[in-house]
């Protein structure tokens, strides 16, 4: 059985671009989370997907940032027009029910 | 909200020589305590939790952690370490009821084991 999956690896972005990060969520599992680490800082939670429905996004920046689960295929976090400060490891999580969340190995994005 | 304190960014500690990884937490209800184990290029992996019963638990790979609710704290320690845990540690609460959209980490604390 597959880890949570997250693509790329490491992403490179000019000030400007779109950065979009993919991540494959554990078999059986429909509940999708993704956190955000800057540096020197700790993981911090972004927004909460189950398939299709946004759960709680309580934690994504109000612009620029959006999150999609679709029926089929992976989620996505995108970030339009992205800027310095953007840069950061990106995690996603997925579980099973509510309870404990297996986490992927992360998405490293640099915007230059 | 809760918050996590991890005092120690960085412990370097010989091969065979115990370790204490120190994680403080603030909240006004009950948690669940974890700590997560980030080895190089890997993914965040659940190496213990607490969530009721027992204050000591323990992991699979000799690691412990003892939840002090009177302290608020759940340090980690392992009687001696192996060239193999060198990685990055965080610790994490989530308040009782709560899912995983309600996981609070510390700032990590990068464990170096010196052959």
């Known amino acids: 059985n597959a880890g949570v999956m997250q693509n790329p690896r490491h992403l490179v972005r000019r000030r400007g671009q779109e950065a979009r990060l993919r991540c494959s969520p554990m078999k059986g599992h429909s509940h999708v989370y993704w956190y955000r680490q800057l540096p020197e800082e700790g993981l911090k939670f972004m927004v909460y997907?189950?398939?299709?429905?946004?759960?709680?996004e309580s934690g994504m920046p109000k612009e620029r940032f959006s999150a999609e689960f679709p029926k089929e295929g992976p989620s996505i976090l995108r970030i339009q027009q992205v800027v310095r400060g953007d840069s950061a490891a990106y995690f996603c999580?997925?579980?099973?029910?509510?309870?404990?969340?297996?986490f992927g190995q992360g998405t490293r994005l640099t915007v230059v | 909200a809760q918050s996590v304190t991890q005092l120690d960014s960085q412990v370097p500690v010989f091969e065979e020589a115990p370790v204490e990884l120190r994680c403080n937490y603030s909240s006004s209800v009950s948690v669940y305590l974890f700590w997560y184990v980030q080895y190089p290029n890997q993914g965040l992996q659940l190496l213990l939790k607490?969530?009721?019963?027992?204050?000591l638990v323990e992991s699979i790979n000799g690691f412990e952690a003892e939840f002090n609710k009177s302290q608020t704290s759940f340090h980690l320690r392992k009687p001696s370490v192996h060239i193999s845990d060198t990685a990055e540690y965080f610790c994490a609460v989530r308040m009782v009821g709560t899912g995983a959209n309600n996981l609070f980490f510390g700032t990590g604390t990068r464990l170096t084991v010196i052959p």
């Open positions: 997907l189950q398939k299709e429905n946004i759960i709680d």
């Open positions: 999580a997925s579980s099973l029910s509510t309870d404990e969340a297996f």
């Open positions: 607490y969530l009721s019963g027992s204050t």
